[in-house]
């Protein structure tokens, strides 16, 4: 049983409505979790202003589950190296680290379709923001290893390319100390035919020793917590014990 939930959002970023930081700190407890790390999405620097509202409201709000204010910050979309949007980051004791938008574009893609760089181009320029990114040892975790990948690149032809990228990432990973996520919202993300081979994934990341964590993204209330895609990865990939808050340090 997992008690914990480490990938939170708020209504703040405009994309997850009814997630007060009351109503998230109601369905923590209603789903009987001891920890839980509120995620605010950071895709600017001035995102980062959101820290102290969600602080004071926590403040505001009598619990008992352990409330730790992370964030997940973007990797700069305009970039190609992976840098985070922000590196003004000592105040946040948990940093995911993303990459939603195409590499040096800007663009949030939503398929391949959306992808204005030629398909060589745009696996280039993902193998290395990726690589980037996980060299910077600020990060705690990779919030949802591959998933830009699923969204704008035909797996047919770069599945096996994408693997080989991970097999290095998963290095640079162990050395860094950076956990990989294991995203409960990549059940609707990642495309259905790609679920089982995406578990190859989570088995590079078992093999190189890069540590696991749960998070469910959550962008409803009701999201908190979800498990029903996690529990079939972790049971595909045979990990007997994924990382705690405590394991992490984080409590
Ligand atoms: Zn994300
Ligand atoms: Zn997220």
């Known amino acids: 049983m997992i ?20 109503a998230i700190i109601a369905a923590a407890e209603q789903k009987q979790l001891e920890t839980i790390a509120i995620t605010a999405h950071i895709f600017s620097e001035d995102d980062l ?9 926590l403040a505001a709000i009598n619990t008992d589950v352990n409330v730790i204010i992370g964030a997940e910050v973007d990797a700069d979309g305009m970039r190609t190296d992976g ?21 040096g574009t800007g663009i949030y893609p939503s398929s391949p379709q959306d992808n204005p760089l030629g398909a060589e181009d745009f696996f280039r320029a993902w193998q290395s923001t990726l ?6 040892p600020r990060l705690d975790t990779l919030a949802h290893p591959g998933r830009l990948a699923a969204i704008a690149c035909d797996m047919d ?3 096996d390319d994408m693997l080989a990228v991970f097999h290095q990432v998963a290095k640079i990973s162990v050395k860094n100390n950076i956990c990989w996520g294991i995203n409960e919202l990549n059940e609707r993300k990642i495309p259905q035919t790609l679920h089982q081979r995406w578990n190859s994934i989570y088995k590079i990341a ?5 540590k696991l964590i749960y998070g469910s993204d959550a962008h409803k209330p009701q999201e908190i917590g979800k498990q029903t895609h996690t529990k079939k990865t972790i049971e595909a990939i045979g990990v007997q014990n994924l990382q705690t808050p405590k394991s992490l340090g984080l409590i």
């Open 206 to 210: 078992l093999d190189a020793g890069v």
């Open 83 to 103: 840098k985070l949007i922000t590196d003004k980051l000592d105040d946040i004791p948990y940093v995911l680290g993303s990459i939603h938008y195409i590499p």
């Open 131 to 136: 690589i980037g990114l996980v060299s910077n």
């Open 3 to 22: 008690d914990y939930d480490l990938h939170i959002h708020t209504e703040y970023c405009g994309h997850a409505p009814g997630m007060s930081i009351e």
């Open 157 to 159: 032809v770069y599945f």
């Open 49 to 57: 202003l959101l820290i102290p509202t969600i602080k004071s409201q």
